[in-house]
């Protein structure tokens, strides 16, 4: 087992890679009923559509199959959400399962980053074929990860702690490869 408090990755190109600040994590499990008691709960509407993420300040909801979410927000809010969840859900069928020390995120940005995480990633990164807003598990070498567009340029890339160090250093190597 990783230690959650050992230190993020070095990173060598700071100006496209930058770790991104601790949250919480909860993996949901729900029928439509628990969806729409966790969206209320959460603040955040759970994405009906695959391979999407909901937005409402500092929380996100990342559809990650038909009936998984991964809910993130701020780690200093991890309780009061944990709490309005667990309320909410109380009498309704679910799974919801903290997994905020089992990953780590960064950020990947700049107009570089498609081709970045493309030189690992056997997705199509291209804009139009992976839009703001899209998110899946995929893999980066031999790593799972998963990957979500939040802006034309950049991506969150959330990763087990376990293959962060891995993952930085084959994104660093496709790095230095732009400066050759």
Same mark, same amino acid.
């Given at each position: 087992m990783s230690d959650p408090?050992?230190?993020? !990755?070095?990173?060598?190109? &700071? @100006?496209?890679? #930058?770790?991104?600040? /601790? %949250?919480?994590?909860?993996?949901?499990?729900?029928?439509?009923?628990?969806?729409?008691?966790?969206?209320?709960?959460?603040?955040?509407?759970? !994405?009906?559509?695959?391979? &999407? @993420?909901?937005? #409402?300040?500092?929380? /996100? %909801?990342?559809?990650?199959?038909?009936?998984?979410?991964?809910?993130?927000?701020?780690?200093?809010?991890?309780a009061a959400a944990r709490a309005a969840l667990d309320s909410a859900l109380?009498?309704?069928?679910?799974?919801?399962?903290d997994v905020s020390h089992r990953q780590i995120a960064f950020e990947i940005k700049g107009p570089d980053a498609e081709w970045l995480l493309q030189a690992?990633?056997?997705?199509?990164?291209?804009v139009a074929a992976f839009p703001v807003g899209m998110c899946t598990r995929t893999v980066y070498l031999k790593a799972e990860v998963l990957l979500w567009?939040?802006?034309a340029d950049a991506f969150r890339l959330e990763v087990w702690r376990s293959f962060a160090d891995y993952v930085v250093g084959m994104l660093?190597?496709?790095?230095?490869?732009?400066?050759?």
């Amino acid at each position: 087992m990783s230690d959650p408090t050992r230190q993020p !990755p070095q990173v060598i190109a &700071r @100006a496209w890679l #930058a770790p991104l600040p /601790a %949250a919480a994590r909860f993996s949901f499990r729900g029928g439509a009923d628990a969806a729409l008691a966790a969206s209320r709960a959460f603040g955040v509407d759970l !994405p009906a559509t695959a391979c &999407r @993420a909901n937005v #409402a300040g500092t929380r /996100a %909801a990342l559809w990650l199959g038909p009936d998984e979410q991964l809910l993130i927000t701020a780690e200093a809010e991890a309780a009061a959400a944990r709490a309005a969840l667990d309320s909410a859900l109380e009498s309704i069928p679910h799974s919801l399962v903290d997994v905020s020390h089992r990953q780590i995120a960064f950020e990947i940005k700049g107009p570089d980053a498609e081709w970045l995480l493309q030189a690992g990633c056997p997705l199509d990164l291209d804009v139009a074929a992976f839009p703001v807003g899209m998110c899946t598990r995929t893999v980066y070498l031999k790593a799972e990860v998963l990957l979500w567009r939040t802006s034309a340029d950049a991506f969150r890339l959330e990763v087990w702690r376990s293959f962060a160090d891995y993952v930085v250093g084959m994104l660093n190597e496709s790095a230095l490869e732009l400066s050759a």
